[in-house]
């Protein structure tokens, strides 16, 4: 371990710039995000994932956020494992009829302010499972949503910047430090 | 053949089902499997019905040895299976729910993937409107002193599936693990019935996000047996080339989260790096990090140019200089095999008897691996071996995925090498058909079987995710171990919800 660690020490990190926040979803949360709310937070955003019927690719790029490439926390934003601590949640899948009742009631249990993030195509509006007896279809169907993130999955650089917007969406216009 | 062709086999052959046997049998017969397959004659490897109908997918003892047997039930019952064989009592409870067919004297009748929450019942059969009613599930009693129970789920601590666990604990030590899956089911089987092929094709490639390609081969499979067609050779390499990066971005994924999982995060990061650079190589290559949609029938939707190929050939070159470094780390770090070795056990005898595939099964003494029995192309032509490990604790559910590892890039180097040329799509005629797929994903064996109708459409599709297999198997690796255990078995079994829940 030490000789692995000590090669380390000598390597430039793996972690690469972030990326611009999208545009997109910055005017889309305009409207939505309290300034207010927002500022009491400040620029550290505790998310809970729900999976709430996904086919698990949003899931596995999710969690590339975490790795050296992306480094999530370095923003700031890290994973939590209660809706409790939570500030964000960050839903995938067509909301199956099986999942429903868990994220509602993962919704009533994270405390306000909150936010939610539809991530993936399914989150939208049921994508390709849309119309089966079994999902009741887009996130936005059972809890209000705050921001889409789209994609099949989106890759990580693409969630990244979604998250990104929601943290400026608050923060003072071009105020944004240059992370990295 | 002798298991499978004796009398079991005595029953009508359907035509136009490839590549193996469909034979439509009587009750009788339909037992004789069933006891068969109990007595460990032959091996499970599907169970699945459509209105009025029900099938059964044998291995015989040689695994070239596989055949369906199908039971008509005009009066919505058959003989259960799982009354003889517990590998098929949640087959059978899910397929009651989905089509209503009755499994005769069925030991276990509580409801599985129907959680009393669609509105409808038997969604593929009679299709009754039902109010949702949401009513409590039964889970089995255990009695004893001092036992507590710890439920956790749906919505778990991670960022993973959802599904939810009841334990029964005595102090530390978990006394039963109850699973109750079914939360993420979709439908898919629904979906597929009159879709399009290019529309079921995708269907099926987001039955299980992470065995997306090994989903999307083993369709592609099917149909092009209820075809009678081949895709041509090259198509076939370039599908083999993005199985294997797949099984190697969740071989890393998966040996990285155990470590994690034993608090050994300095793993987890490093082979998070060599899954990202394999994500990375396949958006090179294949223009999708995850390679969804490539595959298709008739061939492949995607071409490898020399851009490609030196990604892959860089890719290869880094995992080669890196990943030894990581083996060497894990197998000198005391205080990870502390918590690896001795944990989880799975018996060889029960891998066998529910025909575990995948690193859960090869852990535990099961060499089945469908690219080597029954085999397809390309695998035929390639050199490589399979690993084979008998304690079957999470160490050696960890220790198969490192050898795989190094046989994929190994299969890697060999498909760079000598790659065809040639055409990457063979024209779909559009004529009705049965077809069956085996196809080895890195979580083990997915099945497919597919008819078509006449005019080119699905008429019905069933996908086996071979975590139908395992799921069960994990509550009996956990038996006796510690609560603070279970993520470790957990994450070494690494079944899929989606793919079981379909």
């Not at chain 2, 040895?65 to 009354?83: E, H, K, N, T, W």
Request: glycine share 10%; proline share 7%; with cysteine.
């Amino acid at each position: 371990m030490r000789d692995l660690l000590f090669r380390n020490i000598f390597r430039t990190p793996l972690t690469e710039p972030a990326p611009d926040a999208d545009a997109e979803a910055m005017a889309a949360l305009a409207a939505r995000v309290d300034r207010a709310a927002h500022r009491r937070l400040g620029r550290s955003l505790a998310i809970r994932e729900v999976d709430a019927g996904s086919c698990n690719g949003c899931e596995l790029e999710i969690h590339a956020l975490n790795n050296a490439y992306y480094d999530l926390e370095r923003f700031g934003i890290r994973f939590v494992a209660s809706p409790r601590h939570a500030d964000v949640l960050l839903v995938t899948g067509p909301v199956t009829r099986n999942m429903r009742e868990a994220l509602e009631r993962t919704y009533n249990a994270t405390p306000d302010p909150k936010w939610v993030v539809a991530v993936g195509d399914c989150a939208v509006d049921g994508g390709c499972f849309a119309g089966s007896y079994a999902v009741v279809g887009g996130v936005a169907d059972v809890v209000p949503v705050d921001l889409h993130i789209r994609g099949c999955p989106p890759s990580p650089t693409h969630l990244l910047r979604g998250l990104l917007a929601l943290l400026d969406a608050g923060a003072a216009p071009a105020k944004r430090p240059a992370a990295g | 053949m002798p298991v499978l062709t004796d009398q079991i086999l005595q029953g009508e052959r359907i035509r136009d089902h490839r590549p193996w046997p469909r034979v439509v049998v009587d009750s009788g017969a339909w037992t004789v499997a069933a006891t068969r397959v109990a007595d460990g004659h032959a091996t499970l490897l599907g169970l699945w019905a459509e209105p009025g109908t029900v099938h059964m997918a044998l291995l015989g003892e040689a695994a070239s040895d596989i055949a369906i047997v199908s039971l008509a039930c005009p009066d919505g019952r058959f003989p259960s299976v799982g009354r003889w064989h517990a590998p098929a009592l949640r087959l059978e409870r899910g397929l009651r729910d989905l089509f209503g067919l009755e499994p005769a004297d069925l030991p276990d009748e509580r409801p599985w993937l129907d959680h009393g929450r669609w509105g409808v019942r038997h969604p593929l059969g009679g299709r009754a409107e039902t109010p949702p009613s949401g009513a409590p599930y039964g889970f089995l009693p255990a009695e004893g002193e001092s036992l507590h129970q710890i439920p956790v789920g749906p919505v778990h601590a991670g960022i993973i599936e959802p599904g939810h666990f009841r334990f029964t604990a005595n102090g530390e030590t978990v006394v039963r693990l109850e699973e109750r899956l079914g939360y993420v089911h979709k439908g898919i089987e629904s979906l597929m019935a009159g879709a399009e092929l290019e529309r079921a094709a995708q269907l099926a490639g987001r039955t299980s996000g992470d065995s997306t390609v090994a989903y999307a081969i083993a369709f592609a499979r099917a149909v092009e047996s209820a075809l009678d067609i081949e895709a041509p050779p090259r198509a076939q390499w370039l599908r083999a080339l993005m199985a294997e990066l797949e099984r190697l971005a969740n071989h890393f994924g998966d040996i990285g989260a155990v470590c994690n999982d034993a608090a050994f995060a300095l793993m987890h990061a490093h082979c998070g790096v060599l899954r990202e650079r394999v994500l990375r190589a396949a958006d090179t290559c294949f223009g999708h990090r995850l390679m969804r949609d490539r595959v298709v029938p008739g061939g492949v939707d995607t071409e490898l140019d020399e851009r490609g190929k030196t990604a892959l050939r860089d890719l290869l070159a880094n995992i080669r200089e890196r990943f030894p470094r990581l083996v060497h780390l894990y197998d000198n770090t005391a205080s990870l095999l502390d918590r690896t070795v001795g944990t989880g056990i799975l018996k060889p005898a029960l891998a066998r008897q529910y025909g575990a595939g995948g690193y859960v099964g090869r852990a535990s003494g099961r060499a089945f691996d469908a690219r080597r029995m029954p085999g397809y192309p390309p695998y035929d032509g390639l050199a490589f071996e399979v690993p084979l490990r008998d304690e079957g604790d999470v160490n050696a559910r960890v220790w198969i995925r490192i050898r795989e590892v190094e046989q994929s890039l190994s299969l890697i180097d060999q498909m760079l090498a000598r790659l065809p040329g040639g055409a990457l799509r063979e024209a779909l005629p559009q004529r009705a058909g049965e077809g069956i797929a085996l196809v080895e994903g890195f979580r083990g064996d997915i099945l497919v079987w597919v008819r078509l109708g006449p005019d080119g459409k699905v008429l019905r599709c069933h996908l086996r995710d071979p975590s139908w297999f395992q799921w069960p198997l994990l509550e009996a690796a956990i038996e006796g171990n510690i609560v603070a255990d279970f993520p470790l078995c957990n994450k070494s079994f690494n079944c899929s919800y989606s793919g079981h829940d379909l």
